[in-house]
């Protein structure tokens, strides 16, 4: 058993319409054909607009209870303008064989608002001030342009351009970036040396479960995606939970930090099947703060946008899980740069 106590992580993935902007239209109007009419789909400007919303709330309650988390960040969103993003395109930009796929396509087609006030969408500098002045909160790396490491087209040097990108937004508002998560969870272990290279320390990766495995170049099965939504009812992988040891240490690379459970979020028809779900995170923080593990959990800001309110309480019911197991068993919060310290002092 380690010697050092449970260790409670949580990462967020902020990225807003930057997130699935080739899926979700904004617009009925939008007559690109990668698109569904909205008028047959959810409403995603109120969906985004809810999470802009929420943000402000979720940041107060996780201060609150003492939680330290890591803001992983589309570099698009720090912009304060229009202006300001075209002049710090990266040098190289992604040639994805689906060009759908690049953020620099849906700006060149379908267009973006000149600023947060015009476009809350996809610009987003007051709610980063926000996070950066919360205690305990990190602002990390989604990569600059929601960059899909995995897909076929794109080269390592056109990775590395958006990184550079994306270090160089940050530290226009004054933020030195050093901890990545990669969109869709695309871990591309050839570029994992760039990362290191670029100074990012830590890197989050998937679930050890098979099901969580994602081959370069292929899409993920729908048996790997039914697998991993039933884990989140029944108990089919493994422990979720796994020794800071357990993390290894290897020069030139940065630290591979796995997540252990992405928090889905409520959805009103699923009737107990939410309290199935929530029971298992609080079950797998229990046995984490016992056995002296981490315990990562993830989600995105905007997957509380449907139902704020009730995703919200379940949010609140596992930080007041958490209190009661560093009241226990002594765990404690920490966001990846401060996992990241951790690790190299006991190294």
């Known amino acids: 058993m380690s010697e050092n106590p449970g260790i409670f992580t949580i990462s ?22 990668f698109f569904r009419p909205s008028t047959i789909g959810p409403d995603y400007r109120r969906y985004f607009l809810n999470t802009r919303l929420i943000i402000p709330e979720m940041l107060e309650t996780l201060a609150g209870q003492g939680a330290h988390v890591t803001w992983a960040t589309v570099g698009l969103l720090f912009h304060q303008s229009k ?6 395109i990266p040098s190289q930009l992604p040639s994805f064989r689906h060009e759908h796929l690049s953020a620099f396509n849906y700006i060149n087609t379908t267009g973006i608002g000149e600023d947060e006030t015009t476009d809350p969408f996809h610009f987003a500098p007051s709610l980063i001030r926000l996070i950066k002045k ?20 794109q080269t390592a040097e056109q990775f590395r351009a958006d990184l550079v990108a994306a270090k ?7 933020i030195q970036l050093s901890s990545l998560v990669l969109p869709r969870n ?54 979720k939970s796994y020794p800071l040891s357990s993390i290894q240490n290897n020069p030139g690379m940065p630290k591979l930090i796995p997540a252990s459970r992405f928090l889905r979020p409520y959805k009103k028809w699923y009737g107990p099947a939410n309290e199935i779900r929530l029971n298992r995170i609080l079950q797998e923080m229990e046995s984490a703060a016992r056995n002296n593990e981490v315990y990562h959990l993830w989600w995105h800001p905007h997957n509380f946008g449907f139902f704020p309110k009730q995703s919200m309480e379940g ?19 920490m966001n990846m740069a401060e996992l990241t310290t951790a690790l190299e002092n006991n190294h």
């Open 186 to 239: 695309q871990v591309n272990p050839d570029y994992l040396e760039i990362c290191y290279q670029e100074g990012f320390k830590a890197v989050r990766v998937n679930p050890t479960d098979w099901y969580w495995e994602i081959p370069p170049n292929e899409p993920v099965s729908l048996w790997k995606r039914l697998n991993r939504t039933a884990d989140a009812y029944i108990p089919i992988g493994q422990r």
């Open 12 to 33: 967020l993935d902020f990225e807003l319409h930057w997130g699935g902007f080739e899926k979700w239209p904004l617009h009925t109007e939008n007559t690109n054909r």
């Open 134 to 153: 919360t205690p305990g909160m990190e602002i990390g790396s989604h990569t600059y342009a929601h960059y899909y490491a995995c897909e076929k087209g």
């Open 168 to 174: 160089n937004v940050a530290a226009l508002n004054d």
């Open 315 to 333: 949010l609140q019911r596992i930080l007041a899980h958490f209190i009661k197991l560093n009241d226990k068993y002594g765990m404690v919060s």
């Open 83 to 88: 202006k300001e993003l075209l002049e710090n």
